[in-house]
């Protein structure tokens, strides 16, 4: 009985205490706020569209918050590098701005500006330079077992380094797999089961696709470990198959990206985010901004692909 007059004492004392951190503030005494143009944008010469987000933010003390931000689809967007330059149209479906890159091809090496305006004569704009494609070589398949003797496959990939300046990296990648199908070869109607699914890449139980040389700058460099089809590979039925009997094909396309610094930070920002989401601990963690004279991240990044199949 007293240890639970002691817990119920406990939670009155934590209840009160959690009270008196609160403060209401008077939005009045915040001041005036103004609204910026929010420029979100990643280029890249492998970008099939060019296409750049541009939003207006909304005031905390604006009482007419449900009309006054969002999308700023009569705004105008201009990308430009040295003395070359294209105006990018708003594409309502997908509520972004866009060009064709055939008409302004995005190159290794160059630097790039985005500026935008909207008729209220709020402006914003942002620089990034294209990182030199990284040098991928290999992928290699590889396996752990639990502790029920049961086999999750993943790959990692390889590439060397390029010395004398911080580099930064992410990883993505499509496995594609068919199943054994044994009443193929008697029904004529059947088909083997085929799906194309991400790579998941995972560090210390969390997701994560960010990497940077740090320490390890001009040396061959591997990626976190990509798991392979997660739920199909570590079924019961798959304990004492190998990666042969499990697939009658399978390949992955590999994909490595050589990104600038503001793109890494931006989405190591996201991946934390994620992470902290529904834990009132967390700590707060700020995107980073590189727009000026607004909000937003406007970076590059060069991909390089290796399509391999797994044996």
């Known amino acids: 009985m007293k240890r639970i007059y002691a817990i119920f004492l406990l939670l009155i004392f934590l209840s009160s ?14 001041g005036e706020i103004d609204k910026k143009l929010v420029i ?5 010469p492998q970008d099939t569209v060019l296409a750049v987000k541009v939003n207006i933010t909304r005031p905390v003390t604006d009482a007419n918050h449900t009309k006054n931000y969002g999308i700023a689809p009569d705004a105008t967007v201009i990308l430009s590098s040295g003395n070359r330059s294209i105006q990018l ?3 309502g479906k997908y509520e972004y701005f866009q060009a064709d890159p055939k008409k302004f091809p995005i190159r290794s090496g160059e630097t790039y500006r985005i500026t935008a305006q909207n008729p209220a004569g709020l402006q914003a704009s942002g620089t990034c330079t294209v990182p030199q494609p990284a040098k991928l070589q290999e992928v290699r398949l590889d396996s752990v077992e639990d502790s029920n003797h049961r086999k999750q496959y993943f790959v990692r990939y390889y590439w060397q380094d390029d010395s004398q300046t911080t580099n930064y990296y992410q990883t993505a990648g499509l496995f594609a797999y068919a199943k054994p199908c044994p009443s193929c070869k008697t029904d004529a109607n059947a088909k083997p089961e085929a799906r194309t699914v991400p ?13 940077t040389d740090q320490a390890q700058d001009g040396k061959r460099l591997e990626s976190h470990r990509g798991l392979l089809n997660e739920a199909a590979a570590t079924s019961s039925s798959a304990d004492k198959l190998n990666f042969a009997n ?6 992955v396309k590999a994909a490595l990206l050589n990104v600038d610094e503001a793109y890494y930070k931006y989405h190591q920002a996201l991946e934390l985010q994620k992470r902290a989401d529904g834990n009132p601990f967390a700590e707060p963690v700020l995107l980073t901004n590189t727009i000026q004279g607004g909000l937003g991240c406007f970076a590059a990044y060069n991909q390089a692909f290796l399509t391999v199949t797994l044996k």
């Open 17 to 30: 205490g959690c009270g008196s951190m609160r403060q209401e503030i008077d939005p009045a005494s915040l």
């Open 40 to 44: 979100i944008g990643f280029i890249s």
């Open 89 to 91: 149209h708003y594409n």
């Open 199 to 211: 790579v998941l890449f995972e560090s210390a139980g969390q997701r994560n696709t960010l990497l």
């Open 246 to 251: 499990l697939y009658e094909k399978a390949t």
